[in-house]
């Protein structure tokens, strides 16, 4: 059985999607997203074999969503578009398997035809704007923040959650992993539940038994792990 999520911010072309692929026998719809920010969730929540991804949706594109993504909880992913005709070449030149909306049955029945053969992980790296992380999404009540790397000083993880904190000291959670954040930015781990910025370091205040904590510029204080402190001292130049 091949699991599926659909990701399009118009309700209609989801249900049209929707209604073509609960025809085919092997096929599972596990959820349907308005949004990246929704998509990304489900897809680390769920993991979906295959992602339904429409390249032109607000605040967050689905190239940019691909950055967003934990390389090892990638899923294969079809493109849905109306009218990108250079994103159409580069699918074409990098073998993704891409529709054009709205989407033709018997277009669509190749491409499923093709997912059924192809298990092999794509490389998203080589599509333009998939590759380097650049903003950070957070979630808040009836909001979407889009915070920028170098805004960043540190990442905390939580038992609730991942959270991305800036100068202001506030906590905001991202449906982002650390493991996504540690390999596609410049965000450095320097402890099991924390990484940070070192743009953003002023001091590192050495402890007993190897230990020592991060001054950021904003003045918050980050815990280093002795596993962490000795790259990170080499990260820094540090003697």
């Not at 009218?83 to 529709?99: I, N, P, R, S």
């Amino acid at each position: 059985m091949m699991t599926i999520l659909i990701v399009d911010d118009e309700p209609l072309a989801r249900e049209e999607l929707r209604r073509l692929l609960e025809k085919e026998a092997d096929v599972q719809i596990i959820g349907e997203a308005a949004n990246a920010i929704e998509a990304i969730g489900a897809i680390n929540r769920q993991s979906p074999d295959v992602v339904f991804l429409d390249i032109q949706m607000p605040r967050v594109s689905g190239l940019e969503m691909l950055s967003m993504l934990d390389p090892e909880r990638m899923p294969r992913i079809v493109f849905l578009t109306a009218h990108d005709e250079y994103a159409v070449q580069a699918f074409e030149e990098h073998a993704f398997d891409y529709l054009l909306k709205p989407a033709d049955p018997a277009r669509l029945e190749k491409t499923l035809q093709h997912l059924r053969r192809e298990r092999a992980p794509q490389d998203v790296r080589v599509l333009k704007g998939a590759a380097e992380l650049r903003q950070i999404p957070c979630a808040g009540v009836n909001r979407i923040t889009l915070m920028k790397l170098e805004d960043v000083e540190y990442v905390v993880s939580r038992p609730a959650g991942i959270y991305v904190v800036g100068e202001d000291g506030q906590e905001r959670f991202t449906e982002l992993t650390l493991h996504t954040l540690q390999e596609k930015s410049h965000l450095f781990r320097c402890h099991r539940q924390h990484l940070v910025n070192p743009e953003r370091i002023r001091e590192i205040r050495f402890q007993d038994g190897g230990l020592a904590e991060i001054l950021t510029l904003g003045g918050h204080t980050v815990p280093v792990s002795r596993r962490f402190l000795g790259a990170l001292k080499e990260r820094l130049g540090i003697g």
